[in-house]
């Protein structure tokens, strides 16, 4: 069974940065494509970075300059940098394998001030 487990959420203000990071039990993690999705309040989730098994990557327009997604393959763990923060990124990050329709518990990130 797919195991993900994210974490590094938490609450930072506007402009700030924090690090997502998931930890993955598949022992094949590394043929994968990985993501990271987030769901906002009244909202639905949607897909805000994308990384290939070959190191690929695209982002949502919300994001693009601002998150980096990138992946260890070595320590099957993928990661979120996310820069400029703002209050609207405010949600529940989740970490998925789109191929296996796995989602880790999510954590929260809240942007205020």
């Known amino acids: 069974q797919v195991q993900l487990v994210e974490s590094g959420g938490g609450l930072v203000q506007p402009g700030g940065s924090l690090r997502l990071s998931c930890a993955a039990s598949?022992?094949?993690?590394?043929?994968?494509?990985m993501a990271w999705d987030r769901q906002a309040p009244g909202k639905q989730r949607e897909e805000v970075a994308f990384?290939?098994?070959?190191?690929?990557?695209k982002y949502a327009d919300s994001v693009v300059g601002r998150f980096t997604i990138s992946r260890d393959k070595g320590q099957n763990m993928v990661y979120l940098q996310m820069n400029g923060l703002k209050p609207e990124d405010t949600a529940v990050y989740y970490c998925?394998?789109?191929?296996?329709?796995?989602w880790g518990q999510g954590t929260q990130v809240t942007v205020s001030s």
């Open positions: 990384i290939s098994s070959g190191g690929s990557t």
């Open positions: 998925k394998i789109p191929a296996l329709e796995a």
């Open positions: 598949v022992s094949i993690f590394a043929i994968y494509s």
